[in-house]
């Protein structure tokens, strides 16, 4: 490996230990050619959302449109312009990822630009494949598979991630003028825009969440599938980044959904025993039934 490239891996080493929250403890369970690949990736995507989240909102179009440029000719094997592309190019090719989930991300990426409400949750099940399934897919190339519905698992699996996202994140997508909860949900409980702007926590707030919450559980009943159709070393890897997800989740059902108050959040210390408990129990990747968070 060359010192450049090795050079690479370390930046994006560094990015993701300091960005990724919710993923490192998990990432770290990986062996390190797996672990170092999705450092790669994940300093990539978050290159990619940092540059549009910085920038100007007229040069947020551009700044994407530079990195789908980055991700070509990264595909290609040209790897200036940023510090991530030499191990991204490198992690793509050594696991056989394909490139169209890079571009359907950046196209999730894009309707965070243009796109501000979601009729129904079959037009936010797109929004979510786009952007957290193609994750799913793409770990999914770097931890090894088999089975044929493996692919469909690690799709729902994301839906199921980023549908917590939202939830989390109500009040926050709220002040950027963003509303992911479907309207046809909104109009099913009575809780409008109105209220969201309001912050207004109501039994019809509490049964609108309980619903959505509902939701996001069912979608993370397709770990059961998933688990056993990944290559066994990179088991604990997944169920580290599921139990801290569920874990969101269940924080939000015991606040009693008080998400306009504070962000909910897992400490530090509950990420690493999570990751710790992960490990112990398929250190060997024997177990195919996921453990409780």
Request: glycine share 6%; with cysteine; proline share 4%.
């Amino acid at each position: 490996m060359s010192r450049s490239l090795e050079d690479s891996y370390r930046h994006c080493a560094r990015v993701t230990r300091r960005c990724a929250q919710s993923f490192y403890w998990g990432l770290r369970l990986l062996p390190r050619e797996k672990r170092r690949a999705l450092y790669a990736i994940y300093a990539f995507l978050r290159g990619c959302d940092d540059s549009a989240d910085e920038a100007a909102p007229d040069a947020r179009p551009g700044q994407l449109h530079r990195w789908r440029r980055a991700l070509d000719a990264a595909l290609h094997g040209d790897c200036a312009g940023d510090p991530c592309l030499p191990a991204f190019s490198d992690a793509v090719a050594r696991y056989a990822i394909p490139g169209r989930y890079f571009h359907l991300l950046l196209d999730g990426a894009e309707m965070d630009l243009s796109v501000r409400r979601y009729p129904t949750f079959e037009a936010l099940y797109d929004y979510c494949y786009r952007v957290a399934s193609t994750v799913g897919l793409i770990c999914l190339h770097v931890w090894g598979y088999e089975g044929e519905g493996a692919e469909l698992a690690a799709e729902e699996c994301g839906i199921a991630f980023q549908l917590t996202n939202i939830l989390r994140d109500i009040r926050e997508d709220a002040a950027r003028g963003r509303i992911y909860l479907p309207e046809e949900d909104l109009r099913r409980f009575d809780y409008g825009e109105r209220e969201i702007a309001g912050q207004v926590r109501d039994e019809r707030f509490e049964a609108l969440m309980r619903f959505e919450v509902e939701r996001a559980w069912r979608y993370y009943q397709s770990v059961d599938r998933l688990l056993p159709c990944v290559s066994p070393d990179s088991r604990a890897c997944l169920m580290a980044m599921v139990g801290v997800y569920q874990g969101i989740l269940d924080c939000m059902e015991r606040s009693g959904f008080d998400v306009y108050s504070r962000r909910v959040a897992m400490p530090k210390s509950r990420k690493v025993a999570i990751a710790l408990r992960a490990w112990w129990r398929y250190r060997n990747g024997g177990e195919t039934r996921p453990s409780q968070a």
